[in-house]
């Protein structure tokens, strides 16, 4: 059984910096594809970031040269450093696991197989 577990969230203010971590179980972490998908309320959830073990990594549009995705696969984990964070980044952020896309990485939520219990980012003014 494959689970994850998010931390790191909390309130920040506008401008300021967050780092989330997600923590893995499972001997084949290195073979998955990690993302990061949040969820405002009202709002479907939305594609932040992804990695593959190689480091191919994809960023939505709205997070480019602010956040930064990575990954230690000795430690099973991988994080996402969210910089100049703004007011519209605040929601419940979720750690998601895709263990069957092959080349690049998937940005639809339906295709990850494991998801974590999400943290929440609230960025105050």
């Known amino acids: 059984q494959v689970q994850l577990v998010e931390s790191g969230g909390g309130l920040v203010q506008a401008g300021g910096s967050l780092r989330l971590s997600c923590a893995v179980s499972?001997?084949?972490?290195?073979?998955?594809?990690m993302g990061w998908f949040r969820q405002a309320p009202t709002k479907e959830r939305e594609f932040v970031a992804a990695?593959?073990?190689?480091?191919?990594?994809s960023y939505a549009d709205s997070v480019k040269g602010r956040f930064t995705i990575s990954r230690d696969n000795a430690k099973n984990t991988v994080y996402l450093q969210m910089n100049s964070l703004k007011l519209e980044d605040t929601a419940v952020y979720y750690c998601?696991?895709?263990?069957?896309?092959?080349?690049?990485?998937?940005?639809?939520?339906?295709?990850?197989?494991?998801w974590g219990q999400g943290t929440q980012v609230t960025v105050s003014s």
């Open positions: 990695i593959r073990w190689s480091g191919t990594k």
């Open positions: 998601a696991a895709d263990r069957r896309t092959l080349v690049g990485v998937n940005t639809t939520p339906v295709v990850y197989d494991y």
């Open positions: 499972g001997r084949t972490f290195r073979n998955y594809v």
